[in-house]
T-cell receptor
């Protein structure tokens, strides 16, 4: 089976740095995604890691360790608009197309 | 491009009624998926398709049917609605050359 864990909610201050962790247990791992979802809206793609290491994209970075089944999303210079839910999703190699298994999401609140 | 579109945005049904949620994409993506999102549960895969004429079940397929007669359209049918199907439904698509999924705006369904 598969299991993805991430904290339910986090709070941080504008201008600070926050790290959102995600641990997973899955068979046939074939990549990990981070999505951002503002309240009442659709998820939007942030990052994709398939190899170990850090991927940096502007204020957002994502890290993966396949041997530890662990990833984190790092948000720097937090802005109020970063208040959203952050979804960790693992792609399994499964027959055709692959399946995305999502964690429950981490609700991030950015305070002034 | 309009991207991924879904209709309706909101729907209220009575138990036992049937209906079809529409999803269309104009990006010529091979892969399309339906997810439901419930509080504390994250996004769960209902059904997916890897191309016209090919569909398969996800994690929670019971009570739902899909078909894929064209590349553009991937409707989700609720055969006999139940209160447990009250949820937000997202359609997503991706090209065969990328693992990044693009989500539609969602349909908020309430079954009374």
């Amino acid at each position: 089976g598969q299991n993805i864990d991430q904290p339910t909610e986090m709070t941080a201050t504008e201008g600070a740095i926050v790290q959102i962790n995600c641990t997973y247990q899955t068979s046939g791992f074939n990549g990990l995604f981070w999505y951002q979802q503002h309240a009442g809206e659709a998820p939007t793609f942030l990052s994709y890691n398939v190899l170990d290491g850090l991927e940096e994209k502007g204020r957002f970075s994502s890290f993966l360790s396949r041997s530890k089944g662990y990833s984190y999303l790092l948000l720097k210079e937090l802005q109020m608009k970063d208040s959203a839910s952050y979804l960790c999703a693992v792609r399994e190699f499964y027959n055709q197309g692959g399946k995305l298994i999502f964690g429950q999401g981490t609700e991030l609140s950015v305070k002034p | 491009n309009a991207g991924v579109t879904q209709t309706p945005k909101f729907q209220v049904l009575k138990t036992g009624q049937s209906m079809t949620l529409q999803c269309a994409q104009d990006m010529n993506h091979e892969y399309m998926s339906w997810y439901r999102q419930d509080p504390g549960m994250g996004l769960r895969l209902i059904h997916y398709s890897v191309g016209a004429g090919i569909t398969d079940q996800g994690e929670v397929p019971n009570g739902y049917n899909v078909s894929r007669s064209t590349t553009e359209d991937f409707p989700l049918r609720l055969l006999s609605a139940a209160p447990s199907q009250t949820s937000v439904y997202f359609c997503a698509s991706r090209p065969g050359t990328s693992f990044t999924q693009y989500f539609g705006p969602g349909t908020r369904l309430t079954v009374l």
